[in-house]
């Protein structure tokens, strides 16, 4: 009995430890991947996000920088189909919404200082807003750091 309990907890340290591998390969994948894009070597940049795409084939972080390589060479629609499925992945991903957005503007102009890598910390939301009823009761909504109404 004692040499299966020394076992299990071996094989237990042993999974563990693959799997905090996994995540950091996946990482460190993903961030050169990044310093590759910055670096305008697309191919080799495509071939980190393989790697990391060959562990987490769901990842928006992989298919919004497969975006950015796309934008970066000029294909337009590539970028906003991938930009589109890192959306659908993960919703809450706001770097690939972000790209997205700038993307379909009717104003869109390349500028490589305007894509969101994701690499970057988020900060929370730049601007909230909350109802204020007039008389009427009919609500206005207004921003809260300077109280102004919205236009909407």
């Known amino acids: 009995i004692g040499d299966w309990s020394s076992d299990v907890c071996s094989s237990d340290l042993d999974y563990m430890l693959t799997n905090s591998n996994e995540k950091s390969s996946f990482e460190n994948n993903i961030k050169e991947a990044i310093n590759e894009i910055k670096s ?9 996000l393989y790697a990391a795409m060959s562990e987490n084939d769901h990842s928006a972080e992989v298919y919004n920088l497969l975006g950015v390589i796309s934008e970066y060479r000029g294909d337009v629609s590539m970028a906003c189909k991938y930009y589109r499925a890192s959306y659908v992945f993960d919703p809450t991903y706001k770097p690939a919404d972000r790209n997205l957005e700038k993307l ?15 690499d970057s910390i988020e ?7 909350f109802i204020e009823y007039d008389g009427m009761h009919i609500g206005h909504l207004k921003n809260n750091e300077s109280g102004i109404k919205s236009a909407c």
Do not use: W
């Open 104 to 118: 379909t503007s009717f104003f869109y102009i390349f500028n490589g200082e305007n894509i969101d890598y994701g």
């Open 123 to 129: 900060k929370g939301p730049k601007k909230s807003y």
């Open 40 to 48: 305008n070597k697309y191919d080799l940049a495509r071939k980190y």
